[in-house]
T-cell receptor, first 108, second 114 residues
Framework: QKEVEQNSGPLSVPEGAIASLNCTYSDRVSQSFFWYRQYSGKSPELIMSIYSNGDKEDGRFTAQLNKASQYVSLLIRDSQPSDSATYLCAVNDYKLSFGAGTTVTVRA | DTEVTQTPKHLVMGMTNKKSLKCEQHMGHRAMYWYKQKAKKPPELMFVYSYEKLSINESVPSRFSPECPNSSLLNLHLHALQPEDSALYLC?????????????FGPGTRLLVL
């Protein structure tokens, strides 16, 4: 059974700080990894995709992938109140498997 | 443009009603998906269509019936639903690239079954 696990939340960070989200997955053959942001009552919105080991940066977001450790993370730098949402880690093999999500609250 | 549209936004139906949810994308994606999401839970995959053919059915009850009339449209026909079927129903689409498909979600239909 494929599993995707995220660090339990909720995660509360002050405005301007770095929010760090972690995710592990059980299936070694997984090839593609995604972070989605979901605001309350809205649908998931893709914020990052990563396929190769290492770091990928997009604005204030950095995704890190380590396939040997089966670990993917997301860093949000200079956190803003608008970053308050649930972040879903997703791993794609023949289908997209989601973690339970980590709820982030950025305190002004 | 990564837009997936869904109609209606909200739907209230009785347990004896028949209704349909609609999803549309014009990104040329050849895979389309239906998910169900309950409050504070991640999306759960229901169905996958690849090249307009049903490729995955995650043991969904027959009261949910998907249909893919063409490469841009995906429907979910609902009949004799139960109150526990109340949820956010999400449609997604992706290109088929052999393992690196990125799924884009529509805004969802919030369904309430009375």
């Amino acid at each position: 059974q494929k599993e995707v696990e995220q660090n339990s939340g909720p995660l509360s960070v002050p405005e301007g700080a770095i929010a760090s989200l972690n995710c592990t997955y059980s299936d070694r053959v997984s090839q593609s990894f995604f972070w989605y942001r979901q605001y309350s009552g809205k649908s998931p919105e893709l914020i990052m995709s990563i396929y190769s080991n290492g770091d990928k940066e997009d604005g204030r977001f950095t995704a890190q992938l380590n396939k040997a450790s089966q670990y993917v993370s997301l860093l949000i730098r200079d956190s803003q109140p608008s970053d308050s949402a649930t972040y879903l880690c997703a791993v794609n093999d023949y289908k997209l498997s989601f973690g339970a999500g980590t709820t982030v609250t950025v305190r002004a | 443009d990564t837009e997936v549209t869904q109609t209606p936004k909200h739907l209230v139906m009785g347990m004896t009603n028949k209704k349909s949810l609609k999803c549309e994308q014009h990104m040329g994606h050849r895979a389309m998906y239906w998910y169900k999401q309950k409050a504070k839970k991640p999306p759960e995959l229901m169905f996958v269509y690849s090249y307009e053919k049903l490729s995955i059915n995650e043991s969904v009850p027959s009261r949910f019936s998907p249909e893919c009339p063409n490469s841009s449209l995906l429907n979910l026909h609902l009949h004799a639903l139960q109150p526990e079927d109340s949820a956010l129903y999400l449609c997604a689409s992706s290109q088929l690239t052999g393992g690196q498909e990125t799924q884009y979600f529509g805004p969802g239909t919030r369904l309430l079954v009375l």
